[in-house]
């Protein structure tokens, strides 16, 4: 049975750090990668990450947010800086076959953890 498990989601200060984490098992993935949902919108792709470290950002996260994977673990990481109030959500860990799925439609989603940042 495949699953996603996120941890490290929290309250922050805005300009501050988190560190998101989601270890994989059942299976291993070509590509991992986040997702997000605030209140009242739609779920919208954050970041993800290929077999061969390719990364993919979302405009409003890059220069901020980095994303890395541990493959012998089968985890991937995403290490956020400088947050915004905007930037709270709920935090889904996604896998699926490449980047590109990652940000139209994965195929596997974690349950999610949150991330709230004041202002």
């Known amino acids: 049975q495949v699953q996603l498990v996120e941890s490290g989601g929290g309250l922050v200060q805005a300009g501050g750090s988190l560190r998101l984490s989601c270890a994989a098992s059942?299976?291993?993935?070509?590509?991992m990668g986040w997702c997000r949902q605030a209140p009242g919108k739609e779920r919208e792709f954050v970041a993800a990450?290929?077999?061969?470290?390719?990364?993919d950002y979302a405009d409003s996260v890059k220069g901020r947010f980095t994303i890395s994977r541990d493959n012998a673990k089968n985890t991937v990481y995403l290490q956020m800086n400088s947050l915004k109030p905007e930037d709270t959500a709920v935090y889904y860990c996604?896998?699926?076959?490449?980047?590109?799925?990652?940000?139209?439609?994965?195929?596997?989603w974690g349950q999610g953890t949150q991330v709230t940042v004041s202002s």
């Open positions: 996604a896998a699926g076959t490449s980047t590109v799925v990652i940000r139209v439609g994965p195929g596997y």
């Open positions: 059942g299976r291993t993935f070509s590509a």
């Open positions: 990450i290929g077999w061969r470290d390719t990364t």
